[in-house]
């Protein structure tokens, strides 16, 4: 079912499904795709309108059918988190009282931390399915964010592909190129194409409802005296992943209380990776991209590594978390290897104590 309501002041899309006294879960869905991403998955693996789970899964602003509202990266996620804060109070979506397990993948993962952290208490359990670092997307040398250079090269709307943001704009369905919508999914959001099967088109139909522009994806350009010479703009999508404006290890550390957290990634994802192809830095040791200075300069971000130190910073503090590596899988855990993100979902809500 598709529910219409207005909340943090944008006329939002929410997919729901299930009883509305089942175990709550929060969908939050990643960059270029929109809530229907977790479709099969949730009709499959969860039950749909049958099952257990209630599930409340938002388009995000500037996907899928919610308002194309702009995005100011100098709050980082915050825009996107707020937006899905306000979802919390909304009548009908939720039991009264609820505190629902909240799962997300990708750039959602960075949406959900700072949502966490802005509302403590209001998430029982976080899956963080492929996430991006909580340093930020690029431009961070080592495990403890310490950032490359202080403009923050090589980060935000000015490393994303032209060619691909044009091919998104004008919908383009053909995947004859390497840049296009179709390509990029098969190619970069699974390990394993053939994963998408028959929902194929209406993945790629999540990934053409992307709202492209300065205010959105992926943002506006910014320049850097650095290497590669781009950086970080202050409007976008791609600027508000950017480590220069996103950044909430220390505060994720400091939550209290403290939700369980599963840590689910494929050990094939190019994207979230401490090797990934969108990292300008990996790409010139690579030597696809001209005049990298070096490793000592400019070595590549450990998005892995960054992630894994953050979160045994937190169970440190008195947190837990569990990490699920899964063998081969690429960056859609959900679409490749559904039933073992059900399990760790079911591991969280039990954990939760909502099971």
Not at 178 to 202: H, I, L
Request: aromatic fraction near 8%; include cysteine; proline fraction near 8%.
């Amino acid at each position: 079912m598709s529910v219409r309501t207005v909340a943090n002041g944008i006329d939002q899309n929410v997919l729901v499904w299930g009883p509305q006294d089942g175990i709550p879960l929060l969908l939050v869905h990643g960059n270029c795709s929109s809530a229907a991403f977790w479709e099969p998955f949730v009709r499959r693996q969860l039950g749909g309108d049958e099952g257990p789970w209630r599930v409340v899964a938002p388009d995000l602003r500037g996907y899928g059918d919610t308002q194309t509202a702009p995005v100011d990266a100098t709050r980082g996620l915050r825009d996107f988190a707020d937006d899905v804060a306000a979802l919390f109070d909304v009548e009908g979506l939720f039991a009264m009282g609820s505190t629902p397990v909240v799962a997300a993948h990708s750039m959602g993962c960075g949406v959900v931390m700072q949502l966490a952290v802005d509302h403590p208490g209001r998430v029982a359990g976080l899956l963080l399915e492929s996430p991006l670092s909580p340093y930020g997307f690029g431009g961070t040398r080592d495990l403890d964010g310490t950032p490359t250079t202080e403009d923050f090269a090589g980060t935000g709307a000015g490393a994303v592909n032209s060619d691909f943001v044009a091919r998104l704009a004008a919908k383009d369905r053909s995947g004859d190129e390497p840049t296009s919508p179709r390509a990029v999914m098969r190619s970069t959001y699974v390990a394993d194409p053939s994963a998408f099967g028959a929902d194929e088109e209406a993945m790629l139909d999540t990934v053409l409802s992307t709202a492209v522009g300065e205010d959105n994806y992926p943002g506006d350009a910014g320049s850097s005296t650095s290497w590669p010479n781009t950086g970080p703009g202050t409007r976008g999508v791609t600027n508000a992943m950017s480590p220069r404006w996103f950044s909430v290890a220390d505060d994720l550390v400091a939550l209290d209380p403290k939700p369980p957290v599963e840590w689910v990634r494929g050990t094939a994802d190019v994207i979230v990776s401490d090797t990934s192809l969108f990292d300008l830095a990996y790409l010139g040791q690579l030597g696809a991209v001209p005049g990298w200075p070096g490793e000592q300069d400019c070595p590549p971000q450990p998005m892995v590594g960054q992630t894994r130190a953050v979160l045994e910073r937190y169970a440190a503090a008195g947190g837990s978390f569990t990490e699920t590596a899964l063998d081969g899988c690429g960056h859609s855990p959900h679409v490749e290897r559904p039933a073992e993100v059900l399990a760790a979902l079911e591991r969280l809500a039990t954990a939760a104590r909502l099971r």
